[in-house]
Nanobody
Framework: EVQLVESGGGMVHPGGSLRLSCATS????????MSWVRQAPGKGSEWVSA????????YYADSVKGRFTISRDNAKNTLYLQMNSLKPEDTAVYYC???????????WGQGTQVTVSS
């Protein structure tokens, strides 16, 4: 059974940092690109970042470029999202997905809440 479990969310002040993790199981992690998306209250989903299966290529939305870093540890079957210089508009539930292209994501985690507030 494919499972993706996000963790690391929480509440931080503007300018703070968080690192999200997505622990995976039930498939060969190193065979798949992975994605992060987020959904703010009352808004649709927004693609945030993606990474290829080997970790050599990364992709970011303009809204997070230069502040967020996606990475993966294929030995630990885990995806990460390091989020720095957080802004209130980054407040959302963050989800990891299996697949690099949003249209190809076939499994999602349950999400982790990130709240940026003073």
């Amino acid at each position: 059974e494919v499972q993706l479990v996000e963790s690391g969310g929480g509440m931080v002040h503007p300018g703070g940092s968080l690192r999200l993790s997505c622990a995976t199981s039930g498939f060969t992690f190193s065979d798949y690109g992975m994605s992060w998306v987020r959904q703010a209250p009352g808004k649709g989903s927004e693609w945030v970042s993606a990474i290829d299966s080997g970790g050599g290529s990364t992709y970011y939305a303009d809204s997070v470029k230069g502040r967020f870093t996606i990475s993966r540890d294929n030995a630990k079957n885990t995806l990460y999202l390091q989020m720095n210089s957080l802004k209130p508009e980054d407040t959302a539930v963050y989800y990891c997905g299996r697949g690099r292209l949003l249209s190809k994501v076939d499994y999602w985690g349950q999400g982790t809440q990130v709240t940026v507030s003073s």
